[in-house]
Structure formats: structure tokens, C-alpha cells
């Protein structure tokens, strides 16, 4: 680990509030430790992440949304996640603290489970992937190794929130250097992880092979699927027999197709029935060897949970408790001989009564401290409860009495505690502003940045003093940030488009990403031929939204008509035929009753709405 060592974090105080007690375990890409919750006294687990990984941007993005999904899930059966925390560079996650083993690790132990213990163990565990996928979560290694049976018994599924991350960044960067933890077992995989896909129904299949695995019977496999390249082998599994009316749900859970697969309540309920056709399990007996101490001195406080109305899980044996008496007997003796050796002071060496600074302000007790030369240790604590400068907590406890040059041990309120911030790339500026002041943080300012592929008002950048930030970092409440948001495309400027032709005009508004409204206006014009351009409802030069549609009027060309042979036809014959064409009403000239000739002649093309002379035939 990049901290110089993985346990260069024991001792230490993370975030103002986890006191880190020791090393539980330590990889290349991870180290776990076990802390205490200053704020609560609670255990916890803190997963400290390698930097090299914390700095994979693909998998800080996938981190941060998959924590803030996970930590909605309060499950007995699904290991709790609290919050997502960076120190020096690299990630750490807060989880519960489980006192237990591996499933995997019992399994290589030899230790032998019977059906009704497996089917008790598969629908807790079902139970628990409910939660999850309840929460759109998928789990992805579901597998004995992320499994923890507790001392008292209690299974948990855990990782969930790791392994979408990692695989994200094995997409990117990493795909080269790789991830530096171990690749998921692959007969654990259901069949379409090979394509690169996932899905509930994949957790499902894991989960029955696991069970399968539990139950100590070797797999029996089928090739079915062959590659020019390669040869790509793809379980069948063939459910074992002794598992009896469970059979036939786990058989479902298995299915090469997912769509064919049972879904987790389905599963659940299946096995809770097969339950009811076994004798109530007797409790797995944990060997010696792998039973866990309890490093932080508390234990896990379980209910039993009801499968059916005739069949409850039975409580482990309660052997820790023999051991937690002697521990606490062996720190009262302990505490009781430090409290006589320090109630018997040397000669010389005077020691005064230690009174309740808890409440206080620091300065004062510094002056209280200077006066009874004591040396005063200040551990900094967050806290949204005390202001800066007011002591929390105190060793030795008031009453006590304390040597001249020995030290008091005070937790001082620094303020309140970080925030981390969010990630709200991709939401509206509105449901933006929204989830940054839920965090606590406050937007100074919205700035608008033209964007062709972006949706307007989509948040594209976030920034903190200038900078931009992603989210999952720690600051402090109440930080302001300016969110840069999409303005939408470019304005584009409407060409001028009277004098082209149709297809010209349609071209130039095509390459400025305009349309032509349909249909056009057509009219006819005596000066503009037709098929030409002579008007557009968006004049040149205006600014529009990408995509704005612009109006044309296109020339239908001269509207002239032929003037019609009228000889012969009677006056009113003639009007009547000239109106119709489109003509004004005829002058008469000469007496007669038929037409003799028109001016202008007939066969001449004159503008509609003329008007045309009859001349009579003089009788």
C-alpha cells in the first residue's frame, strides 16, 4: 500500500472519527483493517484501497455511485456498508465489523455441510441478494469466497460493492496492468459473463452453485459451445440429489438461458418449501483453528430468522462466551493493577485529582493542564454536534488522580464532519442543486456552455475554487461549487436562401443543421421563374436552436393563360368561358348577337385577370 506500509494505519484516527486498531488483512489492492466509531462505539471495518486504483478514474466513478446504492441496504444477511472516505490519495470504505470465517475457507478446512444446512445457508443468502437486487444492485461475485459465516452462525454476503468497480476499470486502464486481485472464480461465472454481460439471473446462478459447493459435490460439467479460436467451456451443473425437494428450484437456478432462470423470491420460496421435507439442521460446527478472535471486544448481536412456521435456524453454540468472560476479567485485572500502580506514586512526584473537562473549551483545560503539569494530548474529532473547541471525551475519567507529567488524553470537536461529495454529472441543473445541498455542500453559480451532443440544462462539469471535481472526495459542509451545465447546441445562423433554388436551399440549410418546413408556400410570380426561392419566414442573419425549421416560398414561375377561340359563341357564351379561365369581364364592341374575334387574338398567353374585347359579327 501506498500509505507506506499497510499497517501505518493502525493507531491513527481516519476522518476524525475511526480509530484504527489493527490489521485484519492485507493485498496487494486492499487492506482491511478493524476500527471503533468514535461518534457511535460501534466496530467497523475499514477497506483501505491501493492509490493506483484510487486514481483509476473509471472506477472512482463506478465506486461512488455502487457505495451510495449499497448503503441503502440495512440487511442481516448483507455485510452493511456506511460510507466512502479518501485518505492521502486513496479510497477507503467503512463497512460493519463481522467476527467469522469464510465460507470458502471452511469448505478447504473439510468441514462437511448436510442439505438442510445448505438450504438453510442458501435462503438467508437469498434473502439477502433480495435486498440487493430491491436496490437495482447486481452482486457479481457471488461465490464461497464472499461469503462470511459469523461465530454465532449467521451467513453474510459481502463485496458487493467492490467488484462492478474493479471491473469497470479493468475496461479501461487497468485492462493493461491489471487489477491486482484475485479474478473471480470462473465456475462460479453463469455462462453470458463470458459475453461480457450480467444481470440478476447471473447472481442467482452463482448463488446455486455456491450452495452446490457447500455441499461438498464435485461439479459435473458439459462443454456445449465451441469457437473457431478457442474452446469455450460453459457449465452445466447437474443439482445433486440429496438436496430433494429443492431440486427442482435450484435446477431452474441454473439454467444455461437467464431468461429461463428463477428470480430470488422465486428461489427463496422454493427453498423455504424443500425446507418443511427436513429435520430441522443442527448448527455448523466452525473448527478451532478458524475461529475468528474478537479483536475490538464486542460482538455481533443476531435475531433467528423464520424459514417456515415449523422450521427456525438454531443458534450456534455459544462457546465465545466462556471466552468473553475471561477477557473481561482479564481487563478488570488489568485495569484494577494499573489503577494500583498508579495510585502509589514515587516519592517526590505529586499528583492531583482529575475533574470532568468533557464540555469544556480546549483552552481551558489546556491552562488546566499547564497548572498541574500534566502533558495534554488533543486528538482532533469531527462533529456535526459540538462546535470547534469543545472537548468530547477524556482519559483518565474524572476522579481519577493523574501524576505531574503524565499525560491527559482529550477528543476535541474540530468542526463539523467532511462531506463527500457527490457525483451529479448527467443530472438537470435543478435535481443537481438539490442532491449537492442534501450533501451539504451549496451551488454559488449555474454557468451555461454551448454543447453539441450534450442535452441542455444537463450538468457537464462540477467545479470547487476553479477546479473540476468528481465526486467521492471528502470536504468540507457547506463548500460552495459552480455547476457547468449544457446551453445546448450552438445558436445557428439562418443563410440567405431567396434567389436559390429548392434544392440549393434545402442543401444550406442541411450543412447549418436546419430543416425546411413541409410543405413550402408556392405562388406565382411574373418575375422569378419557377422552382426558385422567393420568400423564407426566418429572415438572414437571425440566430436559432439547432434543428429549427425554416419556412420557404417557392415561385411557381408566370401564371399566363391562352386566349380562347371565342368566334362563333354568343356574348354570353364568351363571358361565361372567360370567366371561368380566370379572365375579367369582356368590353362589346359592334352590334350582333355571336362573337366575331377577340382582342388580344386568340391563342395570345396573357396574365390571369386581363381583360379580353369581343367584337361582334355585324349582321
Not at 459542509?477 to 443563410?495: F, Y
Request: charged residues 20%.
Amino acid at each position: 500500500m501506498s500509505l507506506g506500509g499497510a499497517s501505518d494505519l493502525v493507531g491513527r484516527v481516519v476522518n476524525d472519527r475511526y480509530r484504527v486498531l489493527a490489521l485484519l488483512a492485507d493485498q496487494e489492492t486492499v487492506a482491511e483493517y478493524a476500527a471503533i466509531d468514535l461518534e457511535t462505539g460501534a466496530p467497523v471495518s475499514i477497506n483501505l484501497l491501493s492509490e493506483s486504483i484510487s486514481k483509476d478514474s473509471e472506477f472512482a466513478r463506478r465506486l461512488v455511485s455502487d457505495i451510495e446504492l449499497s448503503s441503502r441496504v440495512e440487511h442481516r444477511h448483507i455485510e452493511q456498508v456506511f460510507e466512502l472516505g479518501e485518505i492521502e490519495g486513496q479510497f477507503y470504505v467503512v463497512t460493519e465489523y463481522v467476527v467469522g470465517t469464510r465460507l470458502d475457507l471452511l469448505l478447504e478446512a473439510g468441514v462437511s455441510m448436510t442439505a438442510p444446512q445448505v438450504i438453510k445457508l442458501g435462503y438467508e443468502l437469498c434473502d439477502g441478494l433480495l435486498a440487493l437486487h430491491s436496490e437495482g444492485i447486481i452482486h457479481a461475485d457471488v461465490s464461497p469466497r464472499n461469503v462470511i459465516v459469523s461465530n454465532e452462525g449467521v451467513p453474510k454476503l459481502s463485496n458487493g460493492f467492490l467488484i462492478n468497480a474493479l471491473l469497470e476499470a479493468e475496461r479501461g486502464r487497468l485492462d493493461s496492468v491489471g487489477m491486482g486481485v484475485e479474478q473471480r472464480p470462473p465456475h462460479f461465472l453463469a455462462p453470458e459473463i463470458l459475453n461480457g454481460s450480467s444481470s440478476q439471473a447471473a447472481d442467482i446462478y452463482s448463488l446455486a452453485v455456491t450452495l452446490h459447493e457447500a455441499l461438498g459435490r464435485s461439479l459435473e460439467t458439459t462443454a456445449w459451445e465451441d469457437n473457431s479460436s478457442e474452446v469455450t467451456r460453459i457449465q452445466q451443473v447437474k443439482v445433486a440429489s440429496e438436496f430433494g425437494a429443492a431440486v427442482e428450484v435450484l435446477n431452474r437456478a441454473i439454467a444455461i438461458e437467464p431468461d429461463f432462470r428463477c428470480g430470488a423470491i422465486e428461489m427463496k420460496e422454493g427453498l423455504a418449501r424443500a425446507a418443511k421435507h427436513f429435520v430441522a439442521p443442527q448448527a455448523i460446527r466452525i473448527p478451532e483453528s478458524l475461529l475468528q478472535n474478537d479483536l475490538i471486544g464486542v460482538h455481533s448481536q443476531v435475531d433467528p430468522v423464520r424459514l417456515e412456521p415449523d422450521m427456525q435456524p438454531l443458534r450456534w453454540r455459544p462457546v465465545w462466551k466462556l471466552g468473553a468472560s475471561m477477557f473481561l476479567f482479564l481487563m478488570l485485572f488489568v485495569a484494577a493493577a494499573a489503577w494500583a500502580v498508579s495510585s502509589v506514586q514515587p516519592q517526590g512526584i505529586s499528583s492531583h485529582l482529575v475533574e470532568e473537562y468533557v464540555g469544556r473549551t480546549i483552552g481551558e483545560v489546556r491552562g488546566k493542564a499547564d497548572s498541574m503539569n500534566w502533558i495534554l494530548d488533543e486528538d482532533q474529532i469531527r462533529s456535526d454536534d459540538l462546535p470547534p473547541g469543545i472537548v468530547m471525551a477524556q482519559r483518565p475519567s474524572s476522579g481519577r488522580r493523574l501524576s505531574e507529567g503524565s499525560i491527559l488524553v482529550v477528543e476535541v470537536s474540530s468542526g463539523p464532519r467532511l462531506r463527500i461529495t457527490p457525483v451529479v454529472v448527467g443530472l438537470s441543473s435543478d435535481d443537481a442543486m438539490r442532491r449537492m445541498e442534501a450533501k451539504g455542500f451549496s451551488v454559488d453559480s449555474i454557468q451555461p456552455v454551448y454543447d453539441e451532443s450534450v442535452a441542455k440544462d444537463e450538468v457537464m462539469k462540477v467545479l470547487i475554487e476553479g477546479e473540476e471535481v468528481l465526486g467521492g472526495r471528502l470536504r468540507e459542509p457547506g463548500t460552495k461549487a459552480t455547476l457547468i451545465v449544457s446551453g445546448g447546441p450552438v445558436p445557428r445562423t439562418v443563410p440567405q436562401l431567396v434567389g436559390m433554388s429548392q434544392e440549393s436551399a434545402a442543401a444550406a440549410l442541411q450543412a447549418t443543421q436546419l430543416e425546411i418546413a413541409v410543405p413550402p408556400i408556392r405562388e406565382f410570380s411574373e418575375v422569378i421563374e419557377e422552382g426558385i426561392v422567393i420568400g423564407q419566414s426566418v429572415s438572414p442573419g437571425r440566430l436559432v436552436e439547432r434543428g429549427s425549421s425554416v419556412l420557404l416560398t417557392i415561385s411557381l414561375g408566370s401564371d399566363r393563360q391562352e386566349v380562347p377561340e371565342l368566334g362563333g359563341l354568343s356574348v354570353v357564351e364568351a363571358q361565361r368561358k372567360l370567366s371561368e379561365l380566370g379572365f375579367l369581364a369582356s368590353t362589346v364592341f359592334g352590334e350582333g348577337s355571336e362573337v366575331q374575334s377577340t382582342d388580344p387574338p386568340a391563342g395570345t398567353l396573357i396574365p390571369r385577370g386581363s381583360t379580353v374585347v369581343l367584337r361582334l359579327l355585324t349582321n
